[in-house]
């Protein structure tokens, strides 16, 4: 999909050339041809958010304001190319909540190559930082607007107007993409975005990074145009203290401080947008562990309070960690082929070698059987760490199914008698496997079981598996606090806790426990737990009000991720409703809500209808019209595993679309008299054109069809009974 939409942005700059802008157009071409050393798939892909001209008919294109003369073009773009929109404004709007940050963004995109008689769809792209999530989009046009909204699984089935694959979904995991259907040429477009993005944390600094990198061709090629841009940062770090500025991308002002909460503001006209994504980051200082309670009184569909509780590792770099007893399971079947197989390889090398010498490990790779490193646990000498390099080196795919059991069985058999360490599983797989479900209840019962030094399980899924896997094997082997318990969660019934068990606290991201309460919370909460020497850990954690901090917002994605995983373990209703509920309250997408695009007419109307008269100028106001059209995207959320599509190896939502109903008959009704034109044909090619068909398109040519296939019959009738008449 990525490689798709480089390439039709490749051929929206060709085609852009054919626009006459004016003395700088030759420099306007310039700026679009990009060095011949970055001419890859991530060159054309959106850097900051942008908004592109869909264009299938090249002669459309032209300058709305002066008209030029343009060579004929023969021919259609199919798939369509896309012409990067140029941008008269944009702000930029950062609110960091500790590890959260809330993401703004509104500009001003103009239509600048399309002929004014003329109209596109336009696409607005959306790439996000660290585990971003689209919360929304705003669109508002001279006679429309559009906004989008989730709404629940049995509410969208009778939504009878349904979006295209193509007319939202995501490029990336970090790239949202929506079409705003037919826009005029020259038309101004405004746009608002919000998403949510996590700060990375490292010895004791957060840092944020937001994509804000514009290419040079998105700057208006006319230079009178007023070009502004405003970035506007907030920080609220309360359960913090000593917070610390370290460094800005961009010439910020601070313009407030107030205990743990400060601002920051950056305005100027500029000749060209932002050639860099904003960066920022500030330091905690604090050298211990530390922590603090947030609450909050919440007014929506649950009725209880809620809390959260940070704990951080401080900024202290020689602070002991635990030994490690580390197991890596790979997955080597067939549909891990090429780089999904050789990223996995090369992280695991690097893994190995971030182990201690008094560390253990192995290798086990698995496809419909396992296969062992070593047939015991290894220490990581630096033999042991270069012959497992060299044998994960030589392990290359193997067909047949995925049996997850087996691998699984045997790691947790080699970590059972782990006594003074950290016992860890690190799993790589790239899809769904059979009996996930039993698979997990196995493994449950058996951690258990085995009590306090139960085997912590690590899980990767493959995209931009490299970097991925090397930030969670850093943090899973950095330690430091293991066995966390908070005193007043075991005999308190009001109090629920949104995890069944406390995670350990790493070195490279602070613990977030979050949950619900009703009534009173405890005045005094204390946290024990084991430090890397083995010694015992006691804190008492102070309690304060989360002033100006939505916890429900900063905390959505993380609760929504957590209830699904519960839901589809437990296969319980309950915790499907709870999900959709809080998707639909906090604008998160989840697996049981749907996304819709609303679309709202404007009308003008007069102000004697309001009961009012301007005494000068224009006595006319725009309203909006009260029934909104609502459209129903595509499904966004990635689903619980496809086991096809594993087998495939077929990226979750690339699957090709299902052919409407009118299409299918068409291609039954036409197969038999055509059978023999469409065997020397592209048999996808037609499905997919009838895919894209409307459905009075696809009656009328079932109909013809038919009518063709039944004057087929009588003709080959007449030359069954008539073997010698003549044709």
């Known amino acids: 999909m990525a490689e798709d939409f480089a390439k039709a942005v490749e051929d929206g700059l060709k085609l852009a050339k054919r626009v006459y802008l004016g003395k700088d157009s030759r420099t306007v071409a310039r700026r679009m041809a990009p060095p011949l050393m970055e001419r890859s798939t991530n060159w054309y892909l959106p850097s900051a958010p942008m908004v592109y001209a869909v264009i299938s008919d090249p002669r459309m294109v032209d300058n709305p ?15 369509p190319a896309l012409i990067p929109l140029q941008m008269m404004g944009v702000n930029l709007n950062v609110d960091c909540y500790v590890d959260t940050a809330i993401i703004g963004v509104s500009g001003t995109w103009r239509i600048h190559c399309v002929m004014g008689s003329r109209s596109c769809d336009c696409l607005i792209a959306v790439p996000m930082g660290n585990q971003g999530s689209i919360l929304g989009v705003e669109v508002d046009l001279p006679t429309k607007s559009y906004v989008t909204q989730l709404i629940g699984e049995q509410e969208s089935k009778g939504i009878g107007k349904i979006a295209r694959p193509e007319d939202g979904g995501f490029l990336k995991p970090h790239i949202f993409t929506l079409t705003i259907p037919q826009i005029d040429g020259g038309t101004n477009i405004s746009i608002k975005l919000r998403w949510s ?16 990198c514009f290419p040079e061709y998105v700057t208006p090629a006319i230079k009178k145009i007023s070009k502004k841009e405003k970035i506007e940062l907030n920080v609220n770090s309360s359960v913090a203290n000593g917070i610390l500025c370290k460094a800005a991308s961009h010439p910020l002002k601070e313009i407030r401080r107030h205990e743990g909460k400060f601002s920051f503001l950056y305005e100027a006209e500029i000749f060209k947008w932002s050639n860099t994504d904003f960066r920022f980051s500030y330091s905690v200082s604090s050298g211990n562990i530390f922590g603090g309670i947030l609450l909050q009184s919440l007014y929506d569909y649950d009725q209880r309070d809620m809390f959260c509780i940070y704990l951080f590792p401080g900024s202290e770099k020689n602070r002991k960690v635990f030994k490690k007893e580390v197991v890596f399971v790979v997955d080597i ?13 090369s992280a695991i090398s690097a893994a190995l070698s971030k182990l201690s010498p008094e560390d253990s490990f192995n290798i086990i790779a698995f496809s419909n059987e396992a296969f062992q490193f070593s047939t015991s646990m290894e220490l990581a000498s630096k033999d042991a760490i270069e012959r497992a390099s060299a044998w994960i080196s030589t392990k290359y795919t193997v067909g047949g199914s995925t049996n997850l059991f087996i691998p699984l069985r045997k790691a ?24 996930e479900r039993n698979i997990c209840h196995w493994m449950q019962k058996r951690l258990t079981n085995q009590g306090v030094l139960s085997p912590s399980i690590h899980t990767f899924g493959i995209d931009s598996i490299e970097v991925q896997m090397n930030k969670l094997f850093s943090k899973g082997l950095s330690t430091v ?19 069944s068990r406390i995670p350990d606290l790493s070195l490279e991201s602070p613990l977030t426990i979050y949950g619900r309460y009703q009534g009173s919370f405890p ?24 002033k100006d901090i939505p916890l429900d917002s900063v905390l959505a994605r993380r609760q929504i991720d957590l209830l699904t995983a519960q839901a589809w373990f437990s296969e319980n209703k309950r915790f499907e409703e709870e999900v959709a509920k809080l998707s639909i309250q906090t604008c998160n997408i989840s697996e049981y809500t749907r996304m819709t695009l609303l679309e709202k007419n404007k009308m003008l109307k007069t102000l004697k209808h309001f009961g009012a008269w301007k005494k000068k100028g224009d006595p006319h106001i725009v309203v909006e019209s009260e029934l909104p059209e609502m459209i129903l995207l595509q499904r966004l959320s990635v689903g619980f595993g496809d086991l096809i599509a594993t087998a495939e190896n077929i990226r979750p939502g690339s699957q090709e679309p299902e052919l409407p109903e009118v299409a299918k008959i068409f291609i039954k009704t036409t197969s038999n008299y055509f059978g023999g034109i469409c065997n020397r044909c592209c048999c996808m090619g037609c499905s997919r054109c009838c895919s894209k068909m409307n459905n009075q398109c696809a009656t009328t040519l079932t109909q013809l069809c038919t009518a063709l296939a039944c004057i087929g019959c009588l003709h080959c009738c007449s030359q069954s009974c008539c073997p010698n008449q003549d044709d």
């Open 65 to 79: 304001d002066m008209p030029s003369y343009q060579p004929y073009v023969h021919g259609m773009y199919d798939p």
């Open 197 to 212: 993005q996590k700060l990375s944390y490292n010895a004791g600094r957060f840092s944020l990074t937001v994509p804000f």
């Open 333 to 345: 079947s067939e549909s891990m082929q090429g780089r999904p197989l050789e990223s996995t390889k």
């Open 412 to 435: 947790a058999d080699m970590l059972s008698n782990t006594c003074d360490s950290i016992p860890m599983i690190f799993l790589v797989t790239d899809g769904s496997v059979k009996d």
């Open 481 to 499: 606090l293991t066995n966390i318990t908070i005193d007043a969660f075991d005999d308190r019934e009001e109090i629920e806790v949104y995890s």
């Open 523 to 546: 005045d005094n909460l204390k946290v024990t737990g084991i430090l890397g020497d083995l010694s015992s850990f006691t804190m008492d954690l102070k309690i304060q009000r989360a």
